[in-house]
């Protein structure tokens, strides 16, 4: 079974500085996809960003981007120049390939943006 | 597209009663998810929906909990009976049936049974 871990489950960032969240899965797969969930105070479940495991070019949108080191099975997000919209709580997940359904979440982190 | 749209947003109700959820998922997508996320067990996939047959229940608490979908376009989860410990939130989420696409959540719906 696959798992996600994320080992922080708070971090603060001043306001237009850059953040880091960790996240590691453990997978014997090769073909699979990795997502950045974000939850802010309103609940709603917002995808930031996503990678294919086949590409080796990390994946960026914006402010966001990753680092996805497949062989460490490492997959951060960083954010750069947060804003104070960014605060939330931050899923990193997990699905196999070919037809999966199952997404995995790690237990998340909690980000403050400080003024 | 309004998304997907799940009701009521919060409900309260006493141990004992019977509560539904209620969820459309977006127009011509497949796959219907239910989800419950607690602080003690994050978020857990409950059961999944595939072209209107439910694939995966193994999720589903037990069997006061059960989920159907009449049609492409709705779908409900029943608690009968409520407990205290089935407060958490409840999202649904749908997916055009790829597994490299993005899952789209509700709003979720926040359960508190007293």
């Known amino acids: 079974a696959q798992t996600v871990t994320q080992s922080q489950p708070e971090m603060s960032v001043q306001e237009a500085e850059t953040v880091t969240l960790s996240c590691t899965y453990d997978t014997s797969e090769n073909n699979y996809y990795l997502f950045w969930y974000k939850q802010p105070p309103s609940r709603q479940m917002i995808l930031v960003i996503r990678?294919?495991?086949?590409?080796?070019q990390n994946a960026t949108e914006n402010r966001f981007s990753v680092n996805f080191q497949k062989a460490a099975k490492s997959f951060s997000l960083k954010i750069s120049d947060s804003q104070l919209g960014d605060t939330a709580m931050y899923f990193c997940?997990?699905?196999?390939?070919?037809?999966?359904?199952?997404?995995?979440f790690g237990k998340g982190t909690k980000l403050s943006v400080i003024p | 597209d309004a998304g997907v749209i799940q009701s009521p947003r919060h409900e309260v109700t006493e141990m004992g009663q019977e509560v539904t959820l209620r969820c459309k998922p977006i127009s011509g997508h497949n796959s219907l998810f239910w989800y419950r996320q607690t602080m003690m067990r994050g978020l857990e996939l409950l059961i999944y929906f595939n072209n209107n047959v439910p694939i995966d229940d193994s999720g589903m608490p037990e069997d006061r909990f059960s989920a159907k979908m009449p049609n492409a376009s709705f779908s409900t989860l029943k608690i009968q009976p409520s407990e205290p410990r089935d407060s958490a939130v409840y999202f649904c989420?749908?997916?055009?049936?790829?597994?490299?696409?993005?899952?789209?959540f509700g709003p979720g719906t926040r359960l508190t049974v007293l």
């Open positions: 990678q294919e495991a086949y590409k080796q």
């Open positions: 997940a997990f699905i196999s390939g070919a037809g999966s359904y199952q997404l995995t």
């Open positions: 989420a749908s997916r055009s049936g790829l597994s490299r696409d993005e899952q789209f």
